[in-house]
């Protein structure tokens, strides 16, 4: 599964750890996450997040 990196702090989103402590249970692709997630380390919106390899 695809792997999305925030462009504010450099966190990776990983779908195989998901965001538990944000209600997004391992297995979520990051299209499935809710619109109003918002990144665990700075907050940033879903929009600023960009795919990565």
Same mark, same amino acid.
């Given at each position: 599964? &695809?792997?999305? &990196? #925030?462009?504010? #702090?450099? /966190? +990776? /989103? *990983?779908?195989?750890?998901? *965001?538990? $402590? !944000?209600? @997004?249970?391992?297995?979520?692709? =990051?299209? $499935? +996450?809710? $619109?109003?997630? @918002? #990144?665990?380390? #700075?907050?940033?919106?879903? !929009? $600023? =997040?960009?795919? @990565?390899?």
């Amino acid at each position: 599964m &695809q792997k999305y &990196q #925030c462009m504010v #702090c450099g /966190y +990776i /989103y *990983d779908p195989s750890a998901g *965001d538990p $402590d !944000s209600g @997004v249970k391992p297995g979520t692709k =990051f299209e $499935d +996450i809710p $619109d109003d997630w @918002v #990144c665990p380390l #700075c907050g940033a919106p879903k !929009s $600023d =997040f960009e795919p @990565v390899d």
